[in-house]
C-alpha cells in the first residue's frame, strides 16, 4: 500500500503552499451546497475523452530542490487514464478500474493491484474520473466538496476516509470553462506537489491513443 501510495501521489500532486497562504485561502471556509455542486458538474459537459500534456513539480521532505517532470496524458472515461512521462526519464502509469499498471524507463511492466473499489487506491479511478470530466457527484460520498464558481473555478476536496487521508489531507483543483487546469494535492506525510495541465484537447481518441490503454504495449 505505500508503494501504490506513492505511485499515486506521481499522478494527483499538490500544490507548493506556505503557512502563510493557507491563512489567505478561503476555498475550504465552508462546504458547498448540493445546488451549487449540481449546477458546477452540469456546467462541466458531463465524461469525454480528453488528451493534454502536463509539467509537475513535487517537493519532498527529504530533498532540498523539488523534482520536475514532463509528459502527457490520455484519459477515456470508460477505460481509465495514460499518464506519461517524457523527462526527465520515461515512465508511464496506468490507472484503470482496480489496476494500476506501470512501465519503467526499460519497458518492462508491473502490477500493482489496488485492494478493491473502497480500499484507498481503489478509490483513484474514480477521483480521476470525476476530475477530469466534471462528475463529481459520485466523489461527494467519499470527499466533503468546496466550491468557488465563475469563469475560472476552483474545487477543494477533503477525505471523508480516515485510511484515504492518510494519503492525502487535501485536493485542490482550479480551472477555466470545462477544462481543469491546475491540480493540486497535499499528502498526508508532508510531501507537496503541483500539476499545471496544458494543450488540452477534447473528442475521440484515435485507435493508436486507444492502444497505449492496453498493458504491453508501447507509448
Known amino acids: 500500500m505505500q508503494l501504490i501510495g506513492k505511485l499515486i501521489s506521481g499522478i494527483l500532486l499538490f500544490a507548493l503552499l506556505t503557512t502563510?497562504?493557507?491563512?489567505e485561502d478561503t476555498l475550504f471556509d465552508s462546504p458547498?451546497?448540493?445546488?451549487?455542486?449540481?449546477?458546477?458538474?452540469?456546467?462541466?459537459?458531463?465524461?469525454?475523452?480528453?488528451?493534454?500534456?502536463?509539467a509537475q513539480l513535487r517537493q519532498l521532505k527529504v530533498l532540498k530542490r523539488p523534482l520536475r517532470s514532463e509528459g502527457y496524458f490520455l484519459f477515456a472515461p470508460d477505460k481509465g487514464l495514460v499518464w506519461q512521462q517524457q523527462t526527465p526519464f520515461p515512465n508511464r502509469?496506468?490507472?484503470?478500474?482496480?489496476q494500476l499498471w506501470q512501465q519503467d524507463s526499460q519497458g518492462?511492466?508491473?502490477q500493482f493491484p489496488t485492494g478493491g473499489a473502497d480500499s484507498p487506491a481503489g478509490i483513484m479511478p474514480l477521483l480521476v474520473k470525476g476530475l477530469?470530466?466534471?462528475?463529481?457527484?459520485?466523489?461527494?460520498?467519499?470527499?466533503?466538496l468546496y466550491l468557488q464558481?465563475?469563469?475560472e473555478w476552483q474545487l477543494g476536496l477533503v477525505p471523508?476516509?480516515?485510511?484515504?487521508?492518510?494519503?492525502?489531507?487535501?485536493?485542490?483543483?482550479?480551472?477555466?470553462?470545462?477544462?481543469?487546469?491546475?491540480?493540486q494535492l497535499f499528502s498526508a506525510n508532508g510531501d507537496c506537489s503541483d500539476i499545471h495541465f496544458s494543450a488540452q484537447e477534447a473528442g475521440p481518441l484515435s485507435d493508436a491513443e486507444l492502444a497505449t490503454f492496453i498493458p504491453g504495449q508501447t507509448p
Open 20 to 23: 502563510g497562504a493557507w491563512a
Open 32 to 54: 458547498a451546497g448540493s445546488d451549487a455542486l449540481n449546477d458546477f458538474s452540469a456546467s462541466m459537459g458531463g465524461a469525454q475523452s480528453l488528451r493534454g500534456q502536463f
Open 93 to 98: 502509469l496506468l490507472l484503470q478500474q482496480h
Open 108 to 110: 518492462h511492466w508491473q
Open 132 to 144: 477530469l470530466s466534471g462528475d463529481i457527484s459520485p466523489l461527494q460520498e467519499r470527499f466533503q
Open 149 to 151: 464558481t465563475g469563469p
Open 160 to 183: 471523508k476516509d480516515p485510511a484515504l487521508a492518510n494519503l492525502f489531507s487535501r485536493i485542490r483543483v482550479e480551472g477555466a470553462g470545462q477544462l481543469v487546469q491546475r491540480l
